[in-house]
């Protein structure tokens, strides 16, 4: 009721059942630190909607309770397009694997990122096929030993840095799933973007790939290299910062060897998203029949076949 | 003129006596290439025939190709009813030598060929028909003057057919300044000195009123001229279809092309996807935010939206889908027609998939079946297939316009708050889904999904939940079904032969009937193909033989895709099939041969 304060959004709120991951799954953390993002974030409850395909972790909308949809494989993105598009008042999250935005719906990647469809994607990177144990999957490397490669991968793995910077994601971040502190403050920045945001996240699975990120994990022995940006304070130290909207800068961060940097690689605040392009188009065009009903707007369009 | 004079032949065109030396019905085919606008001559007949009170319908070929090829275009205009293109021609128009050698076999002995004398030289010594040669091209290009070259031919020949039919020229001229005045005042002023030019030019005998068609009986209705694309489009958006997304493909391209420009008007938003698969998942995304959503495409494209179509039966998410069938199998005959796609609309997807499918009947029932699977679709929560063809999509007919008081209705998104006991999938009850922006009073938000689930949603896959949740599915058919009336028999109520059809061979099957004579035959059309309508097995009990005609191929055990559906159903020994594919509507002929095959006249 509108008189009543809006009721507070806590964790428990927004959790649902207990997860079916194997123990020590990577996406446990990625799932805890989306819960501790929206208790922030305080977004209402009824319009947050939670939206994944296929594969394990995109068992993703039954652990969070909110409006959701567990669709098809690869096709989470179209789905979501149609969401967003038609209810621009909704807050829209799909969540996926790697199998499922670079392979199978990897057309769907590169539209809705070309579309620049206002909505949230976080892709939880294994690199492999864990739903159907172990075969390998488009970010597996050269080397990598699967059931459908058992002398090891032959084919080049997608470098999804570079596929999303290229395909023109309006904001693009890089995490990994033992960082919870950081994937926060990239779901944050993600969700304050207007536009098509992907926060891509190495998430282990601890079963068929253990220590695939380690390099990447201080405790494991790695590092968490953090992309430091411009500050733009005019100091010396700052010329060498990254610059977020330096598309080639982006692109060069993209090339960098294992681990990578984390953190932000590029930010366009300037484009324009399609939900207001599409508005525009449709404000024009009740301007010019003048916000008439549907009755007179099809007996003019009778009129024209008379 | 290098031609014979004209003269009619004394076989030709018998005028109704009654009429006084007027015409009920005549048949004109227009050949020339694709980019000659022939397409817009019978555009201009067919709206100049809903405004006399006639009846018309039209058939036309274009080739696949984006620019040139032979193009035919044939209208039927008749102030009766008006039910087929016609079997054959009572005028050819041709354009071109190819189009007089291609064509000249279409029309009926003693019938007239108006011929551009420019471009063709006919074979004199032919008396089967009479011929009449125009400049059609060197004509045009001295009345427009300049730089025209011979664009405005067409608008030519229209002013030709104006006067050797008697036709109303007032009122043409006017339907013709409402077209071209809306883009500027040259193309207006150019399409007029032709039309004039042609209206003019003189012809001899055959203008001399022989061919006036008579008009029909004014019933104070007013009537509209347009395809079945535009009328399937009106009538989603007179049930309050606002949102849809969709991938090109031919023939269904111009029903997403329109709804991309009207949507917005009444707020909403057509989407053009990346592909099939994403077209219809955006659907379903649209269906899923509470809006009642269309995605739709011809053959191949429908194969690829199969999965997802799967899901929305699953998550039972309301959806319509119109596919304009075309030749198949693969790409095809991508502008012939037929009705292959009856399985896989009913079949299509793995798994049990029950979903309601519908095909229209004739260019105005585009509007009615539209606003029937709008219905369905919203009261049972499942997607529902329109099949359309190419036929209906392209041609043109007239008649009278819905009424729009009876049958608009505006959309409404219904975010109130769902009570403690709402689930998705009420075990006894239809779904009603709360759409994303739905607060929930139980504190419990619902999780749509595409593995088997609970009545919340949840997953299962304990084995009775299986088989309860595929029985609820389909038990929505058989309710549905149950409130369908049984179809009405056109023609001879029991005797010799039932003739069933579905889709756009509404129109030949109907004029079989009536030119049947006395011969003991009925016409039964299937509107609801999926689930079929009740009470029909004491219709078939009423015939000898049941003749199913249908544009499709007879497969391997002798029987197209509807007469094997109905011969599964009802274990019917006396359903035949008469089926084909040669990519072209039935002739009347064809039907009366297939009636004479298995029921030979005394």
Redesign the interface.
Known sequence: MATEAPEKLTKKAITADHPTWCPACGDFAVLAAFYKTLEKLQLPHEKIVTIAGIGCSSRFPYFVNSHGMHFIHGRALPLATGIALSRPDLHVFVFGGDGDGFSIGGNHLDHAARKNVNLTYVIMDNSVYGLTKKQTSPTSPIGYKSKTDPTGAIDQPVNPMRKLVANGSTFVARSHAAQVKHMREMYERAIRHNGFSVVEILSECVVFYPGAFDAGNPRKGGEFPIIEEKLWDGTPEDESRHDVTDFHAAMRLAEEPSPGKFGVFFENDERPTKNALEQRWIDSSREKTGGAGAKKLLSGRFAAMK | MSSPPPAAHPDALTPDPAAQGSLQDVVIRLAGNSQDGIQSIGGFLA?LA??SAQDVMTYMTIPSTISGGASIFQVHLGSGEVLSPGDEADFLIAFYQHSLDNHIASLRDGGVCIYDSDHCEPDTSDKRVTYVGVPFTSATVEAIGGSARDKGKNMFVLGQLVRVFHLDKQKLVEIIE?TFGRKSEDILRNAMLAFDAGYAYEIGDVASGQFSIQSGDDDGH?????DGN?MMV?GL??A?VR?G?GYPITPWSTIMETLRV?L??????F?Q???E???V???????????L?VTGSSGPGLSLKM??LG?ATM?EIPLIVINVQRGGPSTGLPTSVEQSDLMQAIYGSHGDTPRAVLAPQDVEDCFYIAVEACRIAKTYSMPVIILSDQALATRIEAFR??D??EW???PDLDLSERPDDYVPYPANGLTQH???????AG?????????EHDEWG??SSNPEQHAMMNARRRDKLVILADELATPEVHGAQEGEVLLIGWGSTYGPLRETVNRAGDRAIGHLHLRHIHPLPPGMEDIFAKYKKILVVEMNDRGVYGHGQLATLLRSRYCDPKITSLAKTDGLTFKIREVLAGIESISPSA
């Not at chain 2, 917005?264 to 938003?269: M, Q, T």
């Not at chain 2, 998942?281 to 899923?288: F, H, L, T």
């Not at chain 2, 709360?434 to 929930?440: F, H, R």
């Open positions: 709206r809903g405004r409402r007013d009537r509209i001229a347009t535009q009106s958006l007179a309050g949102y997304s009207e917005p008007k009444y707020g909403g938003l989407v996807a990346e592909d698969l994403a077209a998942s955006m659907a379903i995304g649209m269906g899923y935010s509470g809006h959503a999965e997802a899901y998550a316009e819905p729009l008081d608009v209705e505006e709360a759409p994303p922006g739905t607060k929930m504190g419990k938000y619902p999780v749509m999904s595409g593995l949840h997953p």
